[in-house]
C-alpha cells in the first residue's frame, strides 16, 4: 500500500472507532465517517463498503498486528496461545465502548469477527505444525475434528469476554483465571503470561 493511501486508511480507521465509541456501528454512516476522518466519500469507498466493514476492518488489523508481534515473541506455543489471549483483551478494554455494545447476547455485530480471530490464530499454529489436536473421533476425520476443536475454543472464548465485559472493572487477570481453568487439558496453555497495561503504549491508529 503506498504511503498516501496508507495515511487515508489510517485516518480513517481512526475515525470509525472513535465515532463507534460513541454510537451503535449500525447507526453509523459513511458521511458520518468520512468527515470524522476529513476524508471525501470517495476516499471512503476506497477501504471499505460500509462503517461496519470499516469498523472491522480497523479492529481486525490491529489484532493481527498484535497476533503476529506476540507470535514471534514467543517460540513454545502454550505461552504463545496464552499471551496472545492476554494480548487480545488488553485490545478489548481499549475499545470495550464498542465490543460492550457490538457483543450482545444475540451475537452482536462483531461476536463473528472476533470468533475469526481467535480461530485463525488456531489455524496458523495447526499449518505450522506448533500444535496438534490430539483427539481422535469415530466416523470423523481429523481435519473435521480439528475445524470443530477450533470453532468450540473460539466462540467459546468469545462467549466468555462477552459475560467478562459485563463487570464493572473487568480486568485481564481475573478473565484468564478462570479462562484457564476452564481450557480443556488437551489444549495447550500456560498460567503465565505477558501481561502489559491496556494502555501501555501509543494506539497504532492515533486515537
Given at each position: 500500500m503506498d504511503p498516501r493511501k496508507r495515511r487515508s486508511r489510517d485516518r480513517l480507521?481512526?475515525?470509525?472507532?472513535?465515532?463507534?465509541?460513541?454510537?451503535?456501528?449500525?447507526?453509523?454512516?459513511?458521511?458520518?465517517?468520512?468527515?470524522?476522518?476529513?476524508?471525501?466519500?470517495?476516499?471512503?469507498?476506497?477501504h471499505a463498503d460500509s462503517p461496519q466493514a470499516l469498523v472491522e476492518a480497523a479492529l481486525?488489523?490491529?489484532?493481527?498486528?498484535?497476533?503476529?508481534?506476540?507470535?514471534?515473541?514467543?517460540?513454545?506455543?502454550?505461552?504463545?496461545?496464552?499471551?496472545?489471549?492476554?494480548?487480545?483483551?488488553?485490545?478489548?478494554?481499549?475499545?470495550?465502548?464498542?465490543?460492550r455494545r457490538e457483543l450482545g447476547d444475540d451475537g452482536g455485530a462483531l461476536h463473528g469477527m472476533l470468533s475469526r480471530h481467535f480461530r485463525g490464530t488456531t489455524e496458523a499454529l495447526l499449518r505450522d505444525g506448533r500444535i496438534d489436536i490430539p483427539i481422535t473421533v469415530e466416523g470423523s476425520s481429523a481435519p473435521e475434528v480439528s475445524d470443530a476443536a477450533s470453532r468450540f475454543l473460539a466462540d467459546g472464548t468469545v462467549g466468555l469476554i462477552r459475560g467478562w465485559l459485563g463487570r464493572p472493572e473487568p480486568r485481564v487477570e481475573d478473565f484468564l483465571r478462570i479462562y484457564l481453568a476452564l481450557l480443556p487439558a488437551w489444549w495447550p496453555h500456560s498460567t503465565t503470561s505477558r501481561i502489559r497495561h491496556p494502555e501501555s503504549g501509543p494506539h497504532p491508529y492515533g486515537v
Open positions: 480507521f481512526a475515525a470509525a472507532l472513535e465515532v463507534a465509541a460513541e454510537h451503535p456501528i449500525s447507526a453509523l454512516t459513511v458521511t458520518q465517517v468520512a468527515n470524522a476522518a476529513g476524508v471525501h466519500r470517495s476516499t471512503f469507498y476506497e481486525t488489523t490491529e489484532l493481527d498486528r498484535l497476533r503476529d508481534e506476540l507470535m514471534r515473541d514467543h517460540g513454545d506455543p502454550a505461552t504463545a496461545l496464552t499471551t496472545v489471549t492476554a494480548g487480545v483483551l488488553e485490545h478489548i478494554l481499549r475499545h470495550r465502548e464498542i465490543y
